[in-house]
């Protein structure tokens, strides 16, 4: 009776150390801890989980449930940068497209700005050689009229050399 009494009393006193309780928190620095006792400045969630040590079940289905939860955080945080990455490539994707409409908007102001400075120049040639028509100064009528034709040779060979910068032969 009395080794009866002993060994209940050992079994008793032996119980808190076979089981056991864990607390889950995060800390004010923002790390996860895992103690077996409760914590004093815990941050958020404090999660109690608690199992016995000497029975390997429950620690396999304690590593089961943590590994889950990690996995499941694990899945968020993937899909978190999925949806970012398709954010940064639908972002980029914009940025070129306004890129290239300001190339073309830039370049097509830029021609007719060259249209518009020719058509300024022929016109300003045009009046000169009338004002040498009526004035009836024949050698200026000449020097004019050939001014004018280097201005349009001179003209073509700038368009040539664009039309080779941007298409170079292979």
Known sequence: MNH????????????PAISGELYIWTDANGRKQITDTPPV???????KDSFRRDDPQEIEAWQRKN??????KIQEQERIQEQNAAK???????SVERSKA????????????KEATERINDLKAEKELLQAI???DYNEVRRLRLRDEQRKIDR???????????????
Do not use: H
């Open 102 to 113: 300001y190339r073309r908007r830039a370049e097509t102001t830029r021609i007719r700005e």
């Open 134 to 136: 009526e004035n009836r």
């Open 156 to 170: 073509d060979i700038n368009d040539n050399k664009e039309v080779l910068n941007k298409n170079p032969w292979p």
């Open 41 to 47: 400045d815990a941050k958020g969630k404090v999660e």
């Open 67 to 72: 590994d889950a939860a990690i996995d499941a």
């Open 4 to 15: 009866l009494v002993i060994l209940l009393m050992i079994l008793l006193i032996a119980s």
């Open 88 to 94: 940064n490539k639908q972002a980029l994707d914009a």
